[in-house]
């Protein structure tokens, strides 16, 4: 072990101040600048503008509601969201990495946090390396799967790079920090992590709704201010009236019922061990068309076995096996010493007694152990075919170990005889095994239309037999061609699959990225459904929008299969709010032009939101059944088809009011009956658009149908006590309930071909 060189604690310390702690610094944001984060939107815009107006009119009843809408909204989707992140903090938390550095010409254990550059460290088998580092002595054997995705560890010695939070599988060296935290290796990574993201699709969802209807309400608004200055309207009256009808054009309750829609499904996913870490990820994962997914960890077991045997001549399998054992032993924890012991063990291959063993020696390029027969004194060796081969002075070995290579195994030889005559036993195959759930979960992503596409850092050949095995079909690429059309591509780099997601983003695709290493992070954030592996890193983990809590992929195809149910209900739930939209909006503006009065009251709009808004936030726990292929916003499809299906509901408002003009009903009174109206036939719409097929295609869900008839008992008895609205008679209402259960059925003769064509996801 070298012990001539090192820093003493002062100079430690100095440099402690200039390069500062190892330790990748994570910048978080406080909580009340999260929480203040959900008043800036395109809602909460707008509610805030008419609660300034509101104020400023001195309407405070009005003032109040629709600052408690606000408040709702914001501490609905505050909440779940904080709770997802202190689920991620938790998975974070790690042991404290210590390291053995040589300081003030003593060597001591001190918190890997504290190490700088030029510190002299020493590193062992079983360690987490703290820092990039050059070795100047020793011989190890290093995991760096989790930084670069290769499967196999590979060996360092005197001047070779190590990288920090690799793994030291066999050996021990010394070496020289040379970076530490942000400059590391794993730091840059990191720091790349930052710099990734895609912008939410379901915040432009939500924008282009807006959008929409407010172009609609800015019309009908102008149209009212224009007749009512013609028309000598006083403004007093005009004014609150049209601020209400801006209220009712605002879709309130979206942002709440998507957040609670996805909150309510991560907490099914988290029970399937599905830690969602970013709420939006649940839609995104309904209209994902492409998963990028890395082998080595997530799609193989990151682990090597015993995959083939290649006797030569008379020797058996089991005779081949067993000298390749002896030739290793568990003490040195080598992962092929381990995995040839393994397979002797399952095999039950007997061993002869060892009288002495040679580790592996990268110099030598095989182990060697020695062991008696009849007397006679044996050798068995295990190491680099072409170095065996050239001991044991055999040929016609090339081309068996040729093709195993070219199958993306690790191929080692096998030779053993009396000492000075050594024979060439055959070869070994070595490689990363598929998991076992891969093949299913795959096969299920298929079936939802996702292309799975395999990224790893390992060569061709590897990569080739590896999606044969899974059965993905398709060229296989390096990364010079990463621009192409591929189904895997092999010997990537970091970077490479960062670029990758961004270019498939490019071509419109939602891109979802399974991964567990360091080397994945970028990918993750980038991509709009990242997804980190039961093993994964904790920079993999941060980066990731889905976490996996169980081992295996079967929680991805949960995730897809969630989502595209969460999508049928945010579907519903947007096709219901336009609609009610423009058929509220049409009849309290056109109410106002044609009968020169006004249809319904301002607070009844208010209380309407109530009554049908938030009521329908139930469809996040309705029944529905997923779509087969990647779902896909087509707003300007819903908004045609929301229109239309509004008009036949603006008919039946109309009727309403010309019904209760006929019979001759006081003005108060018309107005509750309008707005009894109104809260039926949203109810009514719910059930109508909710099933693609005739109304009673699929069986609501139980919450939405309690919510509904207790609905419609509430607004029917507040009716009938004259409570915040004039009385209207029990029997008039009964008779409107059934008039529009009539209607409703009427209607869905005529839903049914609209929505199945209108309402298909766009190109």
């Not at 390396?129 to 590979?154: C, F, K, N, R, Y």
């Not at 870490?277 to 682990?303: V, Y």
Request: glycine fraction near 6%; include cysteine; aromatic fraction near 6%.
């Amino acid at each position: 072990m070298s012990a001539d060189v090192g820093l003493t604690e002062a100079e430690a310390q100095r440099r402690l101040a200039q390069y500062g702690p190892n330790a990748v610094i994570e910048v978080k944001q406080r909580i009340w600048l999260l929480f203040l984060r959900k008043f800036w939107a395109p809602v909460p815009w707008m509610l805030e503008i008419t609660l300034a107006l509101e104020l400023i009119l001195d309407k405070r009843p009005e003032a109040a509601i629709i600052g408690l809408l606000l408040v709702f909204n914001a501490i609905l989707g505050f909440r779940q969201e904080h709770k997802a992140q202190n689920a991620l903090d938790a998975l974070k938390k790690r042991l404290r990495i210590m390291a053995r550095v040589f300081r003030d010409g003593q060597w001591r254990s001190i918190p890997a946090h504290d190490l700088v550059p030029g510190d002299l460290v020493h590193i062992r088998i079983g360690d987490i390396v703290p820092a990039d580092m050059t070795l100047t002595d020793g011989q190890i054997l290093v995991d760096q799967s989790a930084l670069t995705g290769e499967s196999m560890p590979v060996d360092r010695s005197a001047a070779s790079a190590v990288y920090s939070a690799s793994i030291v599988r066999r050996g021990e060296a010394s070496g020289t920090i040379t970076a530490t935290g942000a400059q590391s290796y794993f730091g840059k990574t990191a720091e790349l992590v930052r710099g990734a993201g895609s912008k939410s699709h379901l915040e432009e969802l939500v924008l282009a709704i807006v959008r929409y209807l407010v172009i609609m309400d800015g019309f009908l608004v102008a149209a009212i201010l224009i007749y009512a200055t013609v028309a000598h309207m006083p403004l007093a009256e005009i004014l609150p009236f049209a601020l209400i009808l801006f209220v009712a054009s605002v879709p309130v309750a979206l942002p709440a019922t998507f957040t609670l829609a996805t909150a309510m499904a991560s907490l099914g996913l988290a029970q399937r061990g599905v830690l969602v870490t970013r709420l939006a990820a649940i839609e995104e994962a309904a209209a994902m068309s492409d998963l990028c997914s890395d082998k080595t960890g997530t799609l193989t077991q990151n682990r090597l076995s015993l995959v083939a045997t290649k006797p030569f001549g008379n020797v058996t399998p089991a005779q081949l096996l067993a000298m390749a054992a002896i030739a290793s032993d568990d003490a040195t924890q080598d992962p092929i010493d381990l995995t040839i012991l393994a397979a002797a063990q399952a095999q039950k291959v007997t061993l002869p007694q060892r009288l002495r063993f040679t580790p592996f020696d990268p110099a030598t390029k095989r182990s060697e152990a020695t062991f008696e027969v009849d007397g006679a004194s044996w050798q068995a060796m295990k190491g680099a075919p072409q170095v065996l081969a050239a001991l044991a002075k055999a040929s016609d070995w090339e081309s068996v170990a040729q093709d195993l290579a070219s199958q993306g195994a690790r191929v080692l030889a096998v030779a053993a005889g009396p000492v000075g005559e050594l024979h060439l036993l055959g070869l070994l195959a070595l490689a990363d095994p598929i998991r076992t759930d891969a093949l299913q979960a795959l096969g299920t992503l298929r079936s939802f239309g996702v292309r799975v596409r395999m990224v790893t850092g390992d060569n061709v050949a590897t990569a080739k037999t590896v999606a044969k095995t899974l059965g993905l079909t398709g060229p296989v690429c390096d990364r010079a061609e990463i621009g192409k059309d591929c189904a895997v591509y092999a010997g990537v780099f970091p970077e490479d699959k960062f670029h990758l997601v961004q270019g498939l983003q490019r071509q419109h695709k939602i891109v979802g990225m399974t991964g567990d290493g360091v080397n994945d992070a970028p990918a993750l954030k980038q991509a709009e459904v990242g997804i980190a592996v039961e093993s994964a890193t904790d920079v993999a983990k941060a980066a990731a929008s889905l976490v996996l809590t169980n081992p295996g992929l079967s929680g991805v195809a949960d995730a897809v299969e969630t989502g595209r149910r969460v999508y049928q209900r945010l579907l519903t739930y947007t096709l219901n709010k336009i609609v009610k939209t423009f058929q509220v909006a049409l009849f309290l503006s056109l109410g106002l032009l044609i009968f020169r009065s006004f249809v319904i009251t301002p607070f009844l709009v208010l209380l309407l939101l109530f009554a049908n808004d938030f009521i329908t936030m139930s469809l996040a726990s309705d029944h529905v059944r997923p779509s087969r292929t990647p779902d896909r916003w087509n707003v300007r499809a819903l908004i045609f088809s929301s229109l239309i299906v509004a008009i036949a509901w603006l008919a039946y408002i109309f009727c309403v009011y010309l019904v209760g003009r006929a019979i001759n009903l006081p003005l108060s009174s018309l107005q509750t009956l309008d707005f009894l109206g109104l809260v039926f036939s949203g109810l009514a719409n719910v059930f109508l658009v909710r099933e693609r097929g005739h109304i009673w295609g699929s069986r609501p869900g139980a919450f939405l149908l309690w919510a509904s008839l207790a609905d419609i008992v509430l607004v029917s008895l507040l009716a009938q006590k004259g409570l915040l609205m004039a009385p209207l008679s029990l029997a008039t209402t009964s008779w409107l309930l059934i008039a529009t259960v009539l209607y409703t059925l009427l209607l869905d003769q005529i839903k049914v071909p609209l929505l199945r064509h209108l309402t298909k996801p766009a190109a």
